[in-house]
């Protein structure tokens, strides 16, 4: 994920609320690459994912022309909710990458209409558990 | 209108697509001010405005902390669509507000469903005629 | 604070990485009125406030032109980071307010040029001992 | 350009303003591609581009999940200043790309200290020079 003006702050630096929209970004590739596709599937089953909590820890900062790396990993995997661990790291030539930014994002299933919580469709948590094997 | 460092970018100024932002909200609560609820008439009418053309010009650049005045004025009220003219200014004490952005903003107003044009329902037409007196 | 179509996804809601940019404008809003203006003081001792850890639990969601009230609460203060309370309210008429959104944010003290860690200013300290009597 | 929940608005359509976002994105990978990376040149020279007009034409909406493509290509290279034209358009099977939105960019350089315009660096027209051959 590359780091663009409209990413950066007056800090010079990416401001922080940002990694929440890379963090969903990669989550969404990630599901995208299992087979899920969020828009068709509202469609088909009238739900879609929530986010009800998230925890980030901020190391370094990213700068203008960053290349960052995103991960996501399912950690608890619910019936109608789901907790992804996910980091933002910095390639380094010669080194480790750096860790910029680690977080925690518990998403819900719910009615798209009411938004009150549902199951996840099967076919979501078979993707799911398929990608984590 | 304050600006914060969510509105900055890594020039240490406030990011150029954001004056978009200011002008509606400027837009909207000059709206509110003449009786006009955008989500209420939306459930009301089953339409809504959107954007189909806009003209920006920067003079001067914002920074963190700066209070902005951001005004908004109809030049061409059609049947379907307006075309709105508004400034961002900075007050400056013992001088003349500063210019930072002007522009043109066309708005249409579409089913919001099939977002086909349709006409301007008459009492969103009477309030800005009102508001122009 | 106002909820305008820029805060708003194609959920319907307001996109949930806002409520991280709510909770900025009203801490900069509190630390101004405690007297601490963050350009002003930047310019004047080299440094700033960057957020290290945020935790939001999403409660309700808000919608297009709801007026949310936002606070901001002191709860462990140090001498080079503070954490900070918040929370996202709907008021509503006849009953309580609504609990839309809560939030832990820790914030630090950096050289904005280094980016290291210092202590925070001992007028930022003053002035937050004094608003939280 | 993918479009994310973090481009779309309550309409169900991605949000106008971010159209500015996608075209500053394709420029950056455009100029990248020439060989001009904007955070080295601003720490080699100092300098660095700042957009003075925009002019946006909205023909139809995208939507989550679509695919888009964004072109850009200069139609009036002076020695300060740039003008690109840009599009982004909707690759469609069995039939051309959708054109969603049009737009002319003004771009400036400018001492990145002083924010006054200066030359563009001899550099970076050689490889605009060279790209549009």
């Not at 080194?95 to 819900?108: D, H, K, T, Y």
């Not at 938004?115 to 984590?132: S, T």
């Amino acid at each position: 994920m590359r780091i663009y003006w409209e990413d950066t702050d007056a800090g010079g630096i990416v401001f922080y609320a940002n990694y929440l929209k890379f963090f969903e970004r990669a989550r969404t590739e990630w599901l995208r690459h299992l087979g899920v596709e969020q828009q068709a599937l509202r469609e088909q089953t009238g739900g879609m994912f929530v986010v009800s909590d998230t925890q980030l820890r901020y190391h370094r900062p990213a700068r203008l022309d960053n290349l960052l790396w995103v991960t996501a990993r399912v950690t608890e995997p619910g019936k109608a909710s789901l907790t992804i661990e996910q980091r933002a790291l910095l390639p380094q030539t010669g080194a480790e990458p750096a860790l910029l930014c680690e977080g925690s994002i518990r998403i819900g299933w719910v009615n798209a209409t009411t938004l009150r919580p549902e199951r996840i469709p099967a076919r979501v948590l078979e993707a799911l558990a398929a990608g984590n094997q």
